[in-house]
């Protein structure tokens, strides 16, 4: 059987570029009306993506007074578009940093069962200084820490959605045994971070346990993913340094023991597109020019973990050393990584480095016609750099509704994407097998 692409839709704000919440092309709806997000998503099911996923954060931004940031919790928001869509993936971000694993696993089971097994799990280790204080820390969980706690997280999860087997629940109203208590056992986790006894208290989902997606870049969050991962959203800022990713983190999964094929990397991809390149063009011009500078420059610092970027003009030529050095930086190291190495590369001023990442923070940012679009992804899908994308509209609903109405059947009659749905739970969408208890096998 011929390879597949995977499209996932990233919702976030009225559009992943800065300005789009400005922008008439931008929805009217309010992004705490969950009208929105269903509508999306149900756009989104019509166009037969993989699934949508849902970012967060957990602090209040210091740009709420110009810049579009305030949406909904996403694991109640999965709850409500749930009971709106059939078949796509419904994928949400929650914290190893401030959380608890028998609280997640509760809410992402849950989830699975309301779904028919639709449900991925973005595991992030939190690297916001201002969520640290919102979860009663003074400073920042450390890049080491942050992942030493969200490894022993997630063998707990693991552990407590496997603490069922497949067939303990029997719900024999005759005979009045509901369940097979030998096939529940606790956990009995003791730990340097958590202590948890289990079992949990709800039967094992559809898919076993929601796919998990993963976002680290850096080698520390590679390796992570590679242990655990079976999708991976990575910011890639051209295809060359894209391959380089894909091939090194397919080397890691081999290297854990896992089949290359059970961690999809999907990058981010934020195109603007129009009939032709020029209009293409003129409307990222459009939406640079309702950007703000101010914003931009808080949002570099923060993910800079806080540095003072306030005496940098913004006309003059920028250079690796006007950041600090990435492998010091306790937050978001491997986007750190991606800017430096742009500056490097391109010889930005802090405008034009504010105006492109303002296009996606990072991500991947193109404009062009719907072939030019089909093409960039046909090239990298198959020349080692994806397996599909992240697709990060910069204007929602309208960009999505042009990708999907004239990108999306060019991509179907190259013979790379589907036609319609095979399956019914996001591991069937991506391909990926469903894990065995541990007790199936005893």
Avoid at 57 to 82: K, N, Q, R
Avoid at 183 to 201: M, Q, S, T, W
Avoid at 215 to 237: C, K, L, N, P, Y
Avoid at 390 to 398: K, Q, V
């Amino acid at each position: 059987m011929r390879r597949q692409l995977h499209l996932n839709l990233f919702i976030q704000s009225r559009g992943h570029h800065e300005a789009s919440w400005r922008h008439p092309g931008s929805s009217p709806l309010a992004l705490t009306d969950i009208e929105y997000f269903r509508d999306l998503a149900r756009r989104a099911e019509a166009g037969l993506f993989d699934s949508i996923f849902l970012a967060d954060t957990l602090a209040l931004m210091d740009t709420v007074a110009h810049a579009a940031s305030t949406w909904l919790e996403p694991i109640t928001t999965l709850g409500a578009l749930a009971g709106s869509t059939q078949r796509i993936g419904l994928i949400a971000t929650a914290s190893t940093t401030y959380s608890e694993p028998f609280n997640l696993a509760r809410q992402f089971g849950s989830l699975d069962h309301i779904s028919g097994g639709r449900v991925g799990w973005n595991i992030v280790t939190s690297w916001l200084a201002a969520a640290a204080r919102n979860y009663g820390g003074e400073s920042l969980v450390s890049h080491e820490e942050r992942y030493e706690r969200g490894e022993e997280f997630v063998q707990i999860v693991k552990a407590l959605w496997d603490s069922w087997a497949d067939d303990a629940v029997l719900d024999d109203r005759l005979s009045g045994q509901y369940a097979r208590a030998e096939r529940i056992r606790p956990i009995d986790h003791a730990g340097r971070f958590y202590k948890v006894a289990g079992p949990l208290n709800m039967p094992r989902g559809p898919q076993g346990r929601p796919v998990f997606v993963q976002a680290g870049s850096s080698d520390t969050g590679r390796r992570f993913a590679a242990r655990h991962a079976e999708a991976v959203f990575t910011a890639q800022m051209e295809k060359a340094t894209a391959q380089e990713f894909y091939a090194d983190l397919k080397r890691l999964v081999v290297a854990e023991g896992r089949a290359p094929d059970q961690a999809l990397i999907l990058p981010g991809l934020s195109p603007v597109i129009a009939p032709t390149e020029a209009e293409a063009k003129r409307m990222v011009r459009e939406l640079n020019d309702l950007t703000d500078p101010e914003v931009g420059r808080k949002r570099l610092s923060g993910r800079f973990g806080g540095h003072d970027f306030s005496y940098l003009p913004l006309d003059k030529p920028l250079a690796p050393e006007d950041f600090p050095d990435p492998g010091t930086v306790q937050a978001a190291r491997s986007r750190t990584e991606v800017i430096v190495g742009l500056v490097r590369r391109e010889k930005f001023t802090l405008r034009q480095l504010l105006a492109y990442l303002a296009g996606a923070r990072g991500h991947f940012t193109t404009a062009g016609t719907p072939e030019q679009i089909a093409d960039l992804i046909e090239d990298w899908f198959n020349d080692g750099a994806a397996d599909g994308f992240n697709l990060m509209p910069p204007l929602l609903p309208s960009m999505l509704d042009v990708f999907v109405a004239e990108v999306i059947p060019l991509l179907q009659k190259r013979g790379l994407f589907r036609t319609t749905y095979e399956g019914r739970t996001l591991r069937e969408h991506f391909g990926l097998t469903r894990p065995e208890s541990k007790l199936s096998r005893s």
